[in-house]
């Protein structure tokens, strides 16, 4: 069967997401984990050390304004699970309106990001990077802001690693997230409908919520 922008979607409203065991391995694989990472909008943990790095650094938040150079620095690491196909169907999702970047920048280069899928209440993360020291952290930051503004449910991280702990994820049962899910999707998400607010504001609606 080919994979379509149209059957990625579908998978991931069923719960289920693709991956390669490398970028030169033309074999996708689905994954349905038995326990589920998320991480709850109204549980970020915006440390006071990232709050001073979210007010001070001299960057520029961008949405979308490069999605394919934040898809290329997340699969350009010795392991990854993003080959051609999988970068090809995210590139089609996003000309279709369904997958964005976060993006920090410092003038003309893209230091940090991360992308992912929006689909109704619902947006599952795939990846990020950091090219500066907290870059991802604060691309995280402001996708979350934008996702509560926006009228989402439901951040799905896939998996929960220590980054991802340390930033207030948390594992779930696969019952339990597709309970969240189901109610996720029976919302609809305005991704692009927020402002990007300025390292202040972000500051201050984080910290009441962390």
Request: hydrophobic letters at 40%.
């Amino acid at each position: 069967m080919e994979l379509t922008p149209d059957l990625l979607l579908n998978a991931y409203a069923a719960g289920i997401f693709p991956m390669s065991d490398s970028r030169d391995d033309p074999e996708i694989f689905w994954v349905d984990p038995r326990e589920r990472g998320i991480l709850p909008l109204d549980g970020f943990h915006l440390s006071r050390s990232l709050r001073k790095t979210i007010r001070q650094s001299p960057h520029q938040v961008y949405v979308d304004r490069d999605f394919a150079a934040v898809v290329q620095a997340c699969a350009a690491r010795d392991e990854t699970w993003i080959n051609d196909t999988i970068y090809d169907l995210y590139m089609q999702l996003h000309q279709m309106g369904y997958a964005h970047s976060i993006e920090i920048w410092d003038g003309d280069e893209l230091i940090g990001g991360c992308y992912g899928v929006a689909l109704m209440g619902a947006f599952f993360g795939e990846s990020m990077f950091s090219r500066r020291r907290d870059a991802s952290k604060i691309a995280l930051a402001y996708l979350v802001d934008r996702l509560r503004q926006g009228g989402y449910r439901l951040l799905d991280t896939q998996f929960l690693t220590p980054h991802l702990a340390s930033l207030g994820g948390v594992e779930i049962p696969r019952a339990h997230y597709r309970t969240m899910l189901a109610n996720a999707l029976r919302v609809a998400g305005h991704f692009n409908r927020p402002a990007t607010p300025s390292p202040q504001e972000l500051v201050q609606r984080m910290t009441q919520t962390s």
